[in-house]
């Protein structure tokens, strides 16, 4: 697995979180190892894709989190069985204990592995072109929209905070941004506080993470209160 690589994580976060950061070759062939320890459904559907760039990132991005999963639960990468709930958040069958969560953009893919909650992850490139005037009403809460002008680079840090925590609650992103808010916290940049009518939401915490230069990353993680407070 020489193009994974397991990132240092802020302080606060407590044991028990991973993150991974995947670097993908999208120029090269699809590996004919990774393609075999995937299931059917998932070679028909990495296979599905138009674009050769995204087969090897479905491809690669999967077989990596076969490869650490397995890792965990000793059992051979091809053997894991894998489901989704509604809203197609991926989990593992048969163990209570693991929880996962994958994103991707550009040429890196991002993994988190739980074992003490819900996790959820996200990573955005930055250099890419967008409005983020324009999308603030669409994403931001007035909440959010109260903390001023937001430059295109607090767009992605507060984007990938955001979408963290909705995919750890592992709920419908575009139909939720409006239900929590997401804020800096006075103690340290890379951490956010979360502000939601929703009660069992509030447990949740979320943490900016460390990725290359030119990209924005966050993990979320909807723990017990009592890991929080020890960390």
């Known amino acids: 697995m020489n193009n994974i690589q397991q990132l240092i994580l802020p302080k606060t ?6 993150a991974w950061l995947v670097k993908l070759d999208l120029q090269l062939p699809i590996e004919k190892a990774d ?3 995937l299931s059917e459904s998932e070679r028909v559907r990495a296979m599905s894709f138009e674009t050769h760039a995204d087969q ?3 491809v690669t991005t999967r077989a990596a989190v076969r490869k650490l ?6 059992v051979p990468p ?3 069985k894998f489901a989704t709930n509604q809203y197609g958040k991926p989990f593992l069958q048969g163990s209570a204990n693991i929880d996962f969560n994958v994103a991707h953009t550009g040429h890196y893919a ?3 592995i739980s074992t003490i909650g819900q996790v959820g992850v996200d990573i955005e490139n930055c250099s890419r072109q967008l409005d983020a005037r324009a999308l603030t009403e669409y994403v931001f809460t007035d909440v959010e929209r109260q903390l001023g002008s937001l430059s295109t680079e607090n767009f992605f840090k ?18 939720h941004l409006q239900t929590i808010s997401i804020l800096p916290a006075a103690s340290n940049e ?5 502000e939601s009518d929703c009660h069992e939401w509030r447990d949740i915490k979320v943490w900016l993470i460390e990725v290359p230069d030119l990209y924005a990353a966050a993990v979320a993680v909807k723990a017990t209160k009592s890991l929080f407070m020890v960390a």
């Open 110 to 112: 991002l993994i988190a």
């Open 56 to 58: 090897v990132r479905s």
């Open 13 to 18: 976060i407590p044991a028990g979180i991973e």
């Open 69 to 74: 999963i397995a890792n965990k639960v000793a």
């Open 78 to 80: 091809n053997e894991l």
């Open 190 to 194: 890379m951490d956010y506080r979360i």
């Open 35 to 37: 393609f075999l320890i």
């Open 158 to 175: 507060h984007w990938v905070a955001k979408e963290s925590v909705l995919k750890a609650v592992g709920i419908g992103i575009s139909e």
